[in-house]
């Protein structure tokens, strides 16, 4: 029992790209003036011009000792049989400033034990002096999560986007080949060739580190050294880390991409949706643009118009759509270009349900990227219940938002898929609480059931109840799991999960 409150839990936030698809293996880049950062280690030494070794922090105050560096066979080891993993990490930025880019590393688990460490790429801001490196694009992290069971996983920009478990005690891995892609402003995640992940940002990385960083719960004390020795800590081999960037559009116009996400309030006379996003140029924001907005009722093809914004130094946007009545419709963003950014737009599908109820007004709110339908509330057993579906093979995720006062017991709130109950996660934000939960797809009924006070009346005194749910209708979406009562996996700023 004391043992498993020190392993790295399994039920982390999963990220997964719905615009999935197989590649060959990654070839490295053959032109040399493409690559711009590359380590082979292939000396005796670990070159200190190009990596910083800061293995015997003392943050705890604890005596740090056991971390090894090695080079052979071309790779760099890392390894412990102390209180404290050595780290690496770039002195200089090894990313360029602008522009798409790739880095591509092979590494191999040579043992997953109960303390993890691994390969992360980090990014500005760095503002908790406890753990610089906190935060992050790419965490690549392994350890134990159970009685002979171990797994490496990855995650992007703290979500979760691969997992694979590597059965046994202390096993060894096999060695993988991972890369990070950054093209027009989106990052995709490809593990032995195999795109397995892609979120868009703006933010750009400023560094690679290899081991475990500093954290203020290292180096571990003595007595815990001693009793947990015998698990000790995961070591690894890395053969080559490699920078690349890639040849630029020749023409005077680059690619543009803007992004929209919406949200919804109850207004005196009815509800408002706010629309904001964010234009952007190969990763670089495009201000002063004008974006123009357009909203279309389902199956009519004409666009009536909402408004038009400018963007910020940020690129980015923001209005407010006032619906004049409830239904099905479409919301688009479009960028007209300019002679040094093409055209761009994106578009989101809404269906808006107003339901009657006898007392004051409130709303729920239901985002997803899966085609939602029949959405209904059920005044009498304080349902909400709507169908879900999407392509085979990809995964659906929900987002239900409900304000705090109408929930005195949050944790009463129940979720059913296909009448079967299961498990979600939920946050709080501002005045509002959101649920979050997802599904392999096909079609699914949903159930929402929400709890009643102690009278036996529903707690929530609602006169007319919007339910808003969004579907997203670009190609690429992404999904997040929460679990209930769980932990973070991240490994990097609790002491659990080192």
Known sequence: MARSLKLSCLNCLFLVVLLFFPLGSIALATNDGNVIFYE????????????????????SRYPAWGGAIALNDSCVWLSSEGSVFP????????FPSSGDFAVTWKLTYTTIADWGDGFIIYCPPHADPSNPYKDRVLTLWAGDHGPDATSIYIE????????????????????????????QGTYTVYVDGTAVASQRSQVRPDGIGIGHPPVNTLPNSPESTQMWAYWGWTSSKTDYVQVETFEGNGDKSRPSEITMS??????????????SGALSSEGNPISDAKIHLYYAIAEDENWNAITATTTDLNGAYSASWLPTATGLFTLKAEYSGSENSMEAEVSKNISVLQIEREREDGFFFVESNSTLTSLNFNSKTNEISFTVGGPSGTTGYVKFAVPKALVPDFWALKVFLDGRQIEYSFIVDGDSLILSFQYSHSMHDIVISVPQNST??????????AVVALALA?????????????????????????
């Open 456 to 465: 036996g009346d529903s707690s929530f005194p609602i006169v007319s109840i």
């Open 156 to 183: 992007l920009f703290g979500y979760g986007v691969w997992d694979k478990e590597v059965p046994g005690f202390r096993p060894t891995s096999e060695a993988h080949l991972y890369r990070l892609e950054y093209r």
């Open 40 to 59: 082979d280690f292939n000396d005796s030494t670990l070159d200190m011009s190009t990596w910083m070794v800061q293995e015997n922090t003392n943050l």
């Open 87 to 94: 780290w690496i990490n770039t002195i200089a930025n090894p």
């Open 262 to 275: 919406t949200s919804t309030a109850t207004q005196n006379l009815g509800y408002k949706i706010d629309i």
């Open 474 to 498: 670009a190609p690429l979406a992404f999904v997040m799991l929460f679990r209930k009562n769980s932990r973070t996996r991240s490994g990097l700023t609790e002491e659990t999960q080192k």
